[in-house]
């Protein structure tokens, strides 16, 4: 068995030599020491030659001559991204915010389709994405459940769930013309927005319902009292509103929404409309509150914050908006498979956090990821529990009794 070669050493002295031996891939997964596909790179170095990948000359020059500061050595022959990333990532601990992740309508909303499964067997159909997560949907389609983009896809006479985020009433007539066996998993916050809407179009105010164009919750919660809700996204569209009557405006929010920035707009709305009216209590729900207070208070503490969800997962995208507002980088990303660990160069502490609507699991597997990694302080900055929880719905309370 004969060695690959190295570089022959150029002169210079001994650092000139040790640029030259890390110039070859192989020897730099070996004396790294990576485990998994580097090892066997590490191995390739004892094959035969005429087997083995010959070592690439990386200077500038058959001499070695680029400067050792400037090395950008690169192993891509054994799938690894560029050294260089390597050097800079000095991930020290992870801070879990806390609350995260599930939220009582979120945890109703999934058990509905399993307790739906369970009682009646598959396929359940469930009208859009049961909560907006993409791991939550697939672990319910592997067990049974079929989502469909509208009720006409459910065979008349089939079983459907509507989902956490609400439907109009336009949804539940078609469902009914098709005499399907319906299960409404609305979350009950989402319910309050859709009476609140109703009673205030009743009383003849214009209802000004500040949210998200395209979210299934606003399209849900407009279908109560089309003719009478206008859709206000931001505080520009806040400061142009015109309404027929000023004296007789009112207003409802979507619940996913970030905290700060609808309460600018609602003031605004109010100087605008002295007679103002509004909910009792704040649309916005308590898990999305909480889970934004809990970024703000991580943040000091905190280089980068990961953000656990689905990019179609608005309170999600909040979490991200409100780190960024802090001065603080962060991403949303699936899940572990989804980290770039060039965001992670130069970060001691790295912040983690979940969306309403992603499972705990994503974040096990992220902790675990760095735990694989040497990064033994891992813990929650300040433990904090939620003890709201809400009832199943009717239809399933009634299977079940």
């Not at 002169?11 to 890390?22: K, Q, T």
């Not at 990576?34 to 001499?63: C, E, I, M, W």
């Not at 605004?268 to 909480?290: M, Q, V, W």
């Not at 991403?331 to 992670?344: A, F, T």
Request: net charge negative; with cysteine; aromatic share 6%.
């Amino acid at each position: 068995m004969e060695r690959v070669r190295r570089h022959d050493p150029p002169s210079g002295g001994p650092l000139s030599f040790l640029f030259c031996f890390f110039g070859s891939s192989t020897h730099l997964a070996s004396v790294a020491g990576f485990n998994g596909r580097a090892a066997q790179v590490g191995a390739a170095s004892y094959a035969p030659a005429s087997q083995a990948t010959p070592p690439k000359d990386l200077s500038a020059s058959q001499g070695c001559s680029r400067p050792l500061s400037r090395v950008d050595v690169s192993v891509k022959a054994a799938g690894f991204r560029p050294w260089r990333r390597y050097i800079g990532t000095v991930v020290k601990r992870v801070l879990l915010a806390a609350p995260r992740g599930y939220c009582a309508g979120v945890e109703r909303a999934v058990e509905t389709v399993e307790r739906a499964l369970a009682q009646n067997g598959p396929p359940v159909y469930v009208r859009k994405q049961i909560v907006h997560n993409s791991h939550v949907v697939e672990e319910l389609r592997e067990r049974g459940a079929v989502f469909v983009g509208s009720v006409e896809e459910v065979p008349e006479g089939g079983l459907v769930v509507f989902s956490a985020h609400g439907i109009a009433p336009a949804v539940r007539s078609g469902a009914a013309a098709r005499s399907l066996q319906t299960i409404d998993a609305t979350c009950p916050l989402v319910t309050k927005v859709h009476a609140e809407a109703r009673r205030y179009a009743a009383e003849g105010y214009t209802v000004v319902l500040v949210g998200h164009a395209g979210h299934e919750e606003v399209e849900g919660t407009m279908g109560e009292a089309p003719s009478s809700i206008v859709l206000v996204e931001s505080v520009a569209d806040a400061e142009q509103l015109e309404v027929e009557d000023p004296h007789r405006v009112a207003y409802v929010t979507q619940t996913t929404l970030s905290v700060d920035e609808t309460r600018e707009i609602v003031a605004l709305l109010h100087r605008r409309f002295p007679s103002l009216r509004g909910p009792e209590k704040e649309d916005i729900c308590y898990a999305t509150t909480n889970r934004q207070q809990a970024v703000k208070e991580l943040l000091p503490h905190v280089q980068l914050l990961l953000v656990l969800g689905s990019a179609n997962s608005s309170n999600s995208q909040r979490l991200v908006e409100v780190a960024r507002t802090g001065g603080v980088p962060a991403h949303l990303i699936e899940s572990k498979h989804e980290l770039d660990e060039s965001w992670l160069e130069g970060v001691e502490t790295l912040g983690v956090t979940s969306g309403a609507s992603a499972p705990e699991v994503l974040v096990e597997g992220l902790c675990n990821w760095f735990r694989g990694r040497g990064v033994a302080e891992i813990r929650e900055l300040s433990p904090a529990e939620e003890n709201v929880v809400f009832k199943l719905p009717a239809e399933l309370r009634r299977s079940a009794a």
